[in-house]
């Protein structure tokens, strides 16, 4: 195979990775969804959720800049989340300033729920893959991932 040949090859397999990860994505977010609609919050809720049981206790700025959410949004957000006792303000004890956005326990219930039935939704799509398939598909989507944060 030329030069040229090898690079429009690369350029095409590069090309359907993008559309096959396009069509993954928008098909998770739809499962996602769809898992979701059986519980009481809304999908940026439910994002809301994720970042503070992955980083803790954060500031409406801070949970603002992890979703891409203008801060009045996210106060809108949290004060909704707050009403059906999913997280709470809490005073920081370092700095009685600042406020800072606590998961509580009914909000860390729905996330453990929801992604469980997320993953079921996965490992049934995955039945017809060999274990070395699976080691393999992880190990590429991983280093993707990290690749991409860089």
């Known amino acids: 195979m030329t030069k040229q040949n090898e690079l429009v090859t690369h350029d095409q397999l590069v090309a359907d990775i993008e559309k096959s990860l396009r069509y993954i994505a928008t098909l998770v977010k739809q499962k996602g969804r769809e898992i979701l609609s059986n519980y009481t919050i809304t999908p940026p809720q439910?994002?809301?959720?994720?970042?503070?049981?992955?980083?803790?206790?954060?500031?409406?700025?801070?949970?603002?800049?992890?979703?891409?959410l203008a801060c009045s949004t996210t106060?809108?957000?949290?004060?909704?989340?707050?009403?059906?006792e999913l997280?709470?303000?809490?005073?920081?004890?370092?700095?009685?300033?600042?406020?800072?956005?606590?998961?509580?326990e009914?909000?860390?219930?729905?996330?453990?729920?929801?992604?469980?039935?997320?993953?079921?939704?996965?490992?049934?799509i995955l039945k017809n893959y060999s274990q070395d398939e699976i080691f393999m598909l992880e190990k590429c989507l991983a280093r993707l991932h990290l690749e991409m944060k860089e």
Not at 46 to 60: N, P, R
Not at 75 to 84: H, I, P, S
Not at 87 to 95: A, E, L, T
């Open 46 to 68: 439910f994002v809301a959720l994720q970042w503070l049981l992955e980083g803790g206790d954060m500031t409406i700025g801070e949970l603002s800049t992890k979703m891409y």
């Open 75 to 84: 106060t809108d957000l949290v004060d909704r989340m707050e009403k059906n």
């Open 87 to 104: 997280v709470q303000r809490v005073k920081d004890p370092n700095d009685r300033r600042v406020v800072r956005i606590h998961l509580l």
């Open 106 to 124: 009914e909000g860390e219930r729905i996330i453990e729920e929801v992604v469980q039935k997320r993953q079921e939704y996965l490992q049934n």
